[in-house]
């Protein structure tokens, strides 16, 4: 890695440029093959600079930083987002899919028998009994839907049995706020419901986006934690600005932005709103489960540019921005932290919860192996197939240094990777190997964690 001023040559290496053109035509292929159902992409943007610029701002007015960049936080941040993005010990469960809405970006109808549990309900209760019964001690429940609101009784009944199979578990309750009054939600404060969080649609006239403020006027007066979630559409920025300052008045709590995304179906409404998809669409091409698949491009820069505003105009209310990329990393924490400890030469990255491993290739190997020995690494992985050498990535910044005698430099890589199960035995499946200049830093320790325990969210 060059540093401030310094110009490096590089020797050919071909088993490099192999490495790295195997993962990019593999993310090129993805997108070609989305592009084929007529979904349109923007101009490839590996680095994101305004973005990045954002966050560096925000960072410097305040803001948290948190999962690697994928969360980033001002002011009241919910116990359940910590939960999420902290230790993975907040579960939702829905009663059904059937919901009196018609959002044309909604993300149930990408997911396995969507169109059954419109007709039929989950076994929640079931699932929660069986988690008490594994000893499980989830520190966050929350419902969903469907519009949960649909039906009450069993909305209610949800929240006392989660009070009383996991006594002092925080609740929340998503919902379009519609079919709420004072009386049902005297219910579920009742219930023990801790937290609800509206979904306000920019789509509504303005008389309904009312009867919805009355709503959380009187959720304010009941329930102790009153939150707005809602992913605001590119092209909106004036309209959001004004919703901001609305809550802000009323004294809600907080509000969790999310990147808006495509699920893969209804691609007409999204083209007619001139919206195109962000590529690559992914910083690590895998099989994420999450419904809402990609994201919309500006999505992100919209979220943070909002922020940034509410800071400057002094607004009290939280805001969080939740990535995409943010609840991705909740699937690969529960996949691959039980295995940190797989291979000595891997670490578990707390960045974005893979498996890393610093690696080198053809004739940049020996020259690594060389300095690294001298330097007391001892554990090298060996590739004559793909002619490479791994090793813990804690040595990454010394391999950075490595020259040849006539001073070129060599060009380190990290390659990611995820723990996949074959007869119940973990291996590690590579995703992807990049430059290290083109790559985050490994985060070998907690830093989210540590960052919300000093500003007072801890679990």
Not at 186 to 205: P, Y
Not at 257 to 263: I, K, N, R, S, V
Not at 372 to 387: I, N, Y
């Amino acid at each position: 890695m060059a540093s401030a001023g310094e110009s490096l040559a590089f020797r050919e290496n071909p088993a490099l440029d192999k490495a790295l053109g195997l993962y990019r035509s593999i993310e090129d292929d993805y997108v070609r093959s989305i592009e084929a159902t007529g979904v349109k992409f923007a101009l490839r943007d590996e680095k994101r600079a305004e973005a990045q610029d954002l966050r560096a701002r925000l960072e410097k007015a305040g803001a948290r930083i948190r999962n690697g960049g994928a969360s980033v936080s001002v002011g009241f941040l919910s116990r359940g987002c910590v939960a999420c993005t902290g230790s993975c010990v907040s579960c939702t469960f829905a009663i059904s899919n059937n919901c009196h809405r018609d959002c044309f970006f909604c993300f149930n109808p990408n997911e396995k028998d969507f169109s059954y549990y419109c007709e039929h309900q989950f076994p929640w209760r079931e699932k929660l009994e069986g988690l008490a019964h594994e000893g499980s001690t989830p520190v966050c429940l929350a419902l969903s839907g469907g519009e949960p609101m649909l039906y009450p009784d069993e909305a209610c009944a949800y929240f006392e049995c989660a009070r009383n199979l996991f006594p002092g578990v925080h609740t929340r309750l998503y919902t379009s706020g519609d079919l709420l009054n004072a009386a049902l939600l005297d219910r579920l404060r009742d219930a023990g419901l801790d937290e609800i969080r509206f979904s306000v649609k920019q789509s509504d006239e303005p008389e309904e986006q009312e009867k919805l403020f009355a709503i959380m006027e009187l959720a304010l007066e009941r329930i102790p934690t009153v939150m707005v979630e809602m992913p605001p559409i590119p092209g909106t920025e004036a309209s959001m600005r004004d919703l901001l300052k609305r809550l802000d008045a009323l004294g809600v709590h907080g509000i969790n932005l999310l990147e808006f995304a495509y699920a893969m179906w209804n691609w007409e409404v999204f083209d007619s709103l001139g919206l195109t998809l962000r590529n690559p669409p992914n910083r690590v091409c895998y099989d994420y489960t999450y419904a809402g698949s990609l994201a919309v491009q500006d999505s992100e820069e919209l979220c943070l540019r909002l922020m940034l505003w509410a800071v400057e105009e002094g607004l009290t209310l939280g805001m969080h921005y939740c990535s995409l990329e943010n609840k991705h990393r909740a699937q690969v924490r529960n996949i691959d932290e039980p295995y940190a400890d797989l291979d000595a030469r891997y670490a578990f990255d707390y960045g974005d919860y893979f498996l890393k491993t610093g690696i080198v290739f053809g004739p940049d190997r020996a020259p690594v192996r060389a300095a690294l020995r001298a330097l007391g690494c001892t554990d090298f992985l060996e590739d004559k197939v793909g002619d490479s050498t791994s090793f813990h990535p804690r040595w990454l910044p010394q391999a950075a240094h490595v020259r040849f005698a006539d001073g070129s430099a060599v060009r380190p890589c990290v390659s990611t990777n995820v723990v996949a199960l074959h007869g119940g035995k973990p291996s590690l499946r590579e995703l992807k190997v990049e430059l290290l200049e083109d790559a985050a830093p490994v985060q070998l320790v907690d830093e989210t964690k540590a960052s919300d325990e000093a500003a007072g969210f801890g679990l």
